[in-house]
């Protein structure tokens, strides 16, 4: 599935928030600036299913991250009590297995234009170390690549992923996989952070289709504006 050609359209807002007031006032100000919002679990938790439809019925697209991993059968019931939100995307995670990577994909086709099904494969709060820990030989670079692999060959669409893994996984996995990318900082939004940067600009052209950028926005004093001048970096 290609990326949409406007630019404003590859950004999702993380909601990080158990304030639907909050959510319902970000989401009004952003409708037609970004591509859509992403709800996690600390949303989920605070406000359920009729918090993600509040801030759907705003007409801005879902993408519910909720990271389900459990057996099969479970997850695949999941999705589909998911599909009547009509998520955008939703993610699940690939450690679940072939079986579980399938039911999920196999649930979302149960209703036309379903959402768009992605793998969650390393978390970024994991290092090579952490992996070893828990069994996984290797780096954690060449887990996500091992993970992608599988995902894709189970059906999904794509995956959530760091930035510093993009380039390697389009170059593996082709044009039409889709590849999700959380953390980007604009440079303006990263004064003193003596880490290196990866700008909303620096992942589309490693080969990101969608970005996911919470407080660069959120935490803006006019969150439209700084969508606006996020966008207008990705046009330059």
């Excluded at 007409?59 to 009509?86: C, E, N, Q, S």
């Excluded at 953390?183 to 990866?198: E, L, N, S």
Aim: glycine share 10%; with cysteine.
């Amino acid at each position: 599935m290609k990326p949409p050609s406007n630019p404003s359209k590859r950004i999702f807002v993380a909601l990080d928030t158990t304030d639907l007031d909050r959510a319902l006032a970000l989401g009004r100000d952003l409708a037609g600036l970004v591509g859509g919002v992403k709800v996690g679990k600390e949303f989920f938790t605070a406000l359920g299913p009729d918090g993600v439809r509040a801030v759907a019925d705003l007409g801005l697209p879902v993408f519910l991250d909720l990271k389900f991993h459990d057996i099969p059968a479970t997850v695949a019931g999941a999705v589909r009590a998911a599909l009547p939100l009509r998520p955008f995307m939703l993610n699940v995670h690939a450690t679940g297995g072939a079986a579980m990577l399938r039911a999920a994909a196999d649930a979302a086709k149960d209703v036309t234009d379903g959402p768009r099904i992605l793998a969650v494969t390393v978390l970024t709060s994991l290092g090579d170390e952490d992996l070893a820990a828990v069994g996984v030989p290797g780096t954690s670079h060449e887990q996500v690549l091992r993970l992608a692999r599988l995902a894709k060959a189970q059906g999904l669409d794509g995956v959530v992923c760091s930035a510093r893994e993009v380039e390697a996984l389009r170059k593996d996995l082709g044009p039409d996989f889709t590849l999700v990318v959380p953390g980007i900082r604009p440079i303006w939004a990263a004064a003193d952070d003596q880490k290196r940067i990866v700008t909303p600009a620096d992942a589309v052209a490693l080969g990101a289709d969608y970005l996911v950028i919470g407080r660069p926005i959120t935490g803006a004093d006019n969150p439209a504006d700084a969508a606006k001048r996020i966008a207008d970096e990705l046009t330059d």
